[in-house]
């Protein structure tokens, strides 16, 4: 049932037949976030869609390391060559040290994955922790002779590497449009052409984060930090590189140059790019007043919103979109995902309440219907990874199973074995490929909170039956319930009295 998958690679504009270089292997290469701030929704959106990546090829049986990095230092305003570094500029303002504000942010980003049910991936490495293998990539751009030193600065000599190989084949960039688009060389009098980027950026004085070299105290450029860590822990060449559309230009252009100057082969087989986030159609900005943090949505805490908006609800409203496609965000669209979310948990609840002793024995006259849409569940994943198709067979199912609960369809509609593969494929694709999952636990506090108001009701309406027996369920659940003349308290039941206050 699983046929073939199929991808859409950005490098050439095709889908393609997914064949990994070494199966069962499969490699993936994700840019993670820069840490200088909390995580907003175009974070969750790269996170969810490539966890669905992850979580679909193991679901294939392939073997698969992930590694999704946490850059740490060397991006600058703007993604130029020059300009304040974003983590150094934030601690200044914090009035903490750069390594602080990073640890911080990743710390904040790891766990809004967390409650997003983002798997982890296999390996996490940070951009400050491999300072060694940047420089030695660029030492090997240099012995090829595709790189330049000026003043302590290492640049990639753009137009050199263009005789020999393509710049510009991911983006469809030419050097030219390259060169046209980017700003004078006034006060970057360094660089030999304005289309190269650096590899290398001497330290100023006042630069903080700094780190030594061959060529004097620096700091790495953006683009080498990910070929570094991709190539040191999936090899010169993987599977899947993969990032948000607004990286293919120039940060994986870059790379992919970089790659093919340092280890003479292509870095990546497949690149995907997932579409950017729009609040209400426009595009996120502090200025704007529009931009939302994965906190503030989770909390309700932005002017923007209408009250919070749970983790599983922005993953359900993502998956509504196939992600190569721009996502608009709207206070309706959150609100219908939130109901759409509800309503395909509770066809889990309500298929656990299906005993397969009602159904038909041999066959029912549902069952082709179900065995097409299980099908189409996986065709639609095959496919480029369309969630949203998936979603809408999912609601196909949904609503057989609600007819066999409200009495509108027959139980024996259909039979064992279609009852076998539709539980089968809801539950696969809902929690382990989807990875939506139930969030709406009762806490200690509100499940006991709940059983005091029934018990001091009971007590005032001297209901003694109904006390008994809350206090022998409480109990059972390891929870004691203590009357003062102040009122009803609880506390956990202890088996030695010695041990209870």
Wanted: charged share 20%; aromatic share 10%; glycine share 6%.
């Amino acid at each position: 049932m699983h046929q073939i998958l199929r991808i859409y690679n950005s490098l050439t504009r095709q889908k393609e037949v997914f064949e990994p270089l070494r199966p069962p292997f499969v490699g993936i290469y994700l840019c993670g976030p820069t840490v200088y701030g909390k995580a907003h929704l175009g974070h969750a959106r790269a996170a969810i869609t490539f966890d669905i990546l992850f979580r679909y090829l193991q679901h294939l049986n392939y073997t698969v390391r992930y590694v999704r990095n946490i850059t740490d230092v060397g991006h600058l305003e703007r993604d130029l060559d020059d300009g304040k570094d974003k983590i150094a500029q934030q601690a200044k303002l914090e009035e903490i040290s750069p390594m602080e504000v990073a640890q911080r942010y990743t710390n904040s980003y790891r766990k809004n994955m967390e409650v997003l049910n983002v798997l982890p991936p296999s390996i996490e490495p940070c951009a400050s922790g491999h300072i060694l293998e940047q420089i030695a990539m660029i030492e090997k751009i240099l012995e090829y002779g595709l790189a330049y030193i000026i003043d302590g600065s290492v640049y990639f000599d753009v137009a050199k590497y263009n005789q020999m190989h393509h710049y510009g084949k991911l983006s469809g960039r030419s050097i030219e449009t390259t060169r046209s688009g980017t700003r004078s060389l006034t006060k970057q009098t360094d660089k030999k052409q304005p289309e190269d980027f650096a590899l290398w950026k001497k330290a100023t004085p006042m630069h903080i984060m700094r780190w030594p070299s061959p060529w004097g105290e620096g700091f790495p450029g953006w683009h080498i930090e990910c070929s570094a860590m991709a190539t040191k822990y999936l090899g010169n060449q993987f599977d899947i590189h993969g990032g948000g559309m607004d990286l293919l230009f120039p940060h994986h252009e870059c790379e992919i140059a970089q790659a093919q100057a340092a280890v003479q082969t292509n870095l990546a087989t497949y690149w995907m790019h997932n579409n950017l986030v729009t609040i209400d159609g426009v595009k996120m900005g502090k200025s704007l007043g529009n931009f939302i943090t994965l906190d503030a949505l989770f909390s309700g805490d932005h002017p923007a919103l209408d009250q919070p908006y749970s983790p599983m609800t922005l993953r359900f409203f993502m998956l509504q979109a196939h992600y190569r496609s721009t996502l608009s965000i709207t206070i309706e669209g959150l609100k219908a995902a939130h109901q759409g979310y509800r309503k395909l948990m509770n066809g889990l609840h309500l298929l656990a309440k299906l005993h397969q002793e009602t159904v038909a024995t041999t066959s029912g006259r549902l069952d082709e219907a179900i065995y097409a849409d299980c099908t189409a569940c996986y065709s639609a994943i095959n496919d480029d990874f369309n969630t949203a198709k998936v979603l809408a067979h999912l609601f196909n199912l949904l609503k057989k199973i609600n007819g066999w609960h409200n009495g509108t369809l027959e139980h024996d509609s259909i039979s064992k074995a279609a009852l076998d593969q539709l539980r089968t494929t809801y539950t696969t694709f809902t929690v382990a490929l989807l990875g939506l999952k139930e969030e709406h636990q009762l806490t200690t506090d509100q499940m006991v909170a709940t059983f005091l108001k029934i018990y001091q009701e009971a007590k005032a309406e001297k209901r003694y039956d109904q006390i008994d027996y809350i206090r022998t369920a409480l109990h059972k659940m390891g929870i004691a319930i203590k009357d003062h003349s102040s009122g009803v308290r609880w506390e956990y039941q202890c088996k030695h009295s010695t041990l209870c206050p």
